[in-house]
């Protein structure tokens, strides 16, 4: 870190000791990189999203690469929470940095009974909400995520069963996230996660038809790294609570990008893959960032690329 560079970060309502965050579904709790990487020198890691029943997820092949970037269609692995609590929660203590659990479901109350059994887990100190999975009660099974009155009502029920800080997981696959973002927060969301993957599909061409199984995947990568700044610019200068920016983060300057668009922190997801130190890259570079600026906290760049954000930004 650059000396004397406060490297803290307020996503409104819980403090991360550095703005970087290990994305949900690339990190889990660490346990596996741990043994190469330092894992206490992320600001928080963010579990992969926990349902109310087990799922097997989709059929194989589940990945495939793109040009600057990957597809993927899991479709929400995972043992369910039941499992969650009886073998991963006891761990969740011995993780050196902060927790961040992620919530999926697919109905409202599914979300907010999953995350009240999160509620009061060791090194938890927030819930972000997958809300980019299908509302299964709603007519044509819509992604809760595209709807401000949907993303609000899943919000405003799981604001009802916890405790934690709620941070909202938005979809780009809406035609304008502006609004979306304003219920969210008008709904309790403490901070919004910017964005989610990209649909996308890959054909293969000798055998004529989709790489995918699922056929439709949700694309990473640098490939969508324009598409999360945009909508991190957008969306700062219509709410007043915090953004995590996220997609295609590979570098420092990628992750300054994010900041100077608006956001106060940044997640990275599919570059651990590639480079399991990431993290330590960015958190570092930022700070050097903020250093050559004059600046005393890396919470100083947030918004200052954005003229219509950057006046309410509180120097440091």
């Known amino acids: 870190m650059a000396r004397d560079i406060d490297s803290a970060v307020d996503l409104g309502g819980f403090t991360l000791k550095n703005p970087v965050i290990a994305a949900s579904g690339c990190y889990n709790r660490g346990a596996e990189y741990g043994v190469v990487v330092d894992v206490s020198a992320w600001g928080a890691v963010t579990l ?46 011995d993780v050196p940095t902060a927790v961040i659990a992620s919530v999926a479901g697919f109905t409202v109350d599914e979300f907010a009974a999953v995350a009240a059994r999160i509620d009061g887990l060791p090194n938890v100190v927030a819930i972000e909400l997958d809300i980019s999975c299908p509302n299964v009660e709603s007519e044509g ?82 490939a969508i790294r324009p598409i999360g700044i945009a909508a991190v610019w957008e969306v700062a200068q219509v709410v007043k609570i915090p953004i995590v920016g996220m997609g295609g983060i590979e570098s420092g300057r990628d992750a300054l990008e994010f900041m100077l668009a608006g956001a106060s922190a940044v997640s990275i997801g599919t570059a ?45």
């Not at 194989?60 to 929400?76: D, E, F, K, S, W």
């Not at 893959?273 to 700070?287: T, Y």
Request: proline share 7%.
């Open 48 to 93: 992969k999203s926990v349902a109310w029943e087990a799922r097997l997820g989709n059929e194989m092949p589940r990945v495939a690469n793109t040009p600057a970037g990957m597809l993927n269609a899991i479709g929400l692995q995972g043992p369910g929470i039941e499992h969650f609590l009886k073998t991963e929660a006891p761990k969740l203590a």
């Open 272 to 316: 651990v893959f590639r480079d399991p130190q990431a993290h330590i890259h960015v958190a570092r570079s930022l700070s050097e960032a903020a250093a050559r600026r004059g600046l005393t906290s890396v919470r100083g760049l947030t918004g200052l690329a954005n003229p219509k954000f950057a006046a309410h930004v509180v120097r440091s």
């Open 141 to 222: 099974g819509a992604c809760f995520a595209a709807d401000p009155e949907m993303a609000a009502a899943v919000i405003r029920a799981v604001k009802r069963r916890t405790s934690l800080p709620i941070v909202a997981k938005l979809t780009p696959n809406v035609t304008d996230l502006r609004p979306i973002a304003r219920s969210a927060e008008a709904a309790g969301a403490n901070a919004l996660s910017l964005i989610n993957s990209v649909r996308g599909m890959v054909i293969d061409v000798e055998r004529l038809r989709p790489m995918l199984a699922n056929g439709m995947g949700g694309l990473t990568g640098p």
